[in-house]
């Protein structure tokens, strides 16, 4: 069982940075990768971001290659989400996902409340 609460969210110009931070309770935080997704206003959720359990596996959405990083801390039992040039677009409920792998995120087993990040232009 993995309880996951994201923190970080808030409101910030275009062009700002924002770091999310997924808190993981559970001792088995570190045997699972972990996602991040996020849904705007009357459009589905989408994917972001996901890392593997050793944060040697990265994954990126198109849409945030160059200005979104994801890393995590197996120690802290904590998942990032370093957020750069942001947009309007980028406005949206972000949630923190844990799954057996990357490859299953879509279909992850376990998710946090979601954090508000609004980008004003």
């Known amino acids: 069982q993995v309880q996951l609460v994201e923190s970080g969210g808030g409101l910030v110009q275009a062009g700002g940075s924002l770091r999310l931070s997924c808190a993981a309770s559970g001792r088995t935080f570190s045997s699972y990768a972990m996602g991040w997704f996020r849904q705007a206003p009357g459009k589905e959720r989408e994917f972001v971001a996901a890392?593997?359990?050793?944060?040697?596996?990265?994954s990126l959405a198109d849409s945030v290659k160059g200005r979104f990083t994801i890393s995590r801390d197996n120690t802290k039992n904590t998942v990032y989400l370093q957020m750069n040039s942001l947009k309007p677009e980028d406005t949206a409920v972000y949630y923190c996902?844990?799954?057996?792998?990357?490859?299953?995120?879509?279909?992850?087993?376990?998710w946090g409340q979601g954090t508000q990040v609004t980008v004003s232009s």
């Open positions: 890392i593997s359990w050793s944060g040697g596996g990265r």
């Open positions: 996902a844990a799954a057996p792998s990357i490859t299953t995120m879509s279909f992850a087993e376990y």
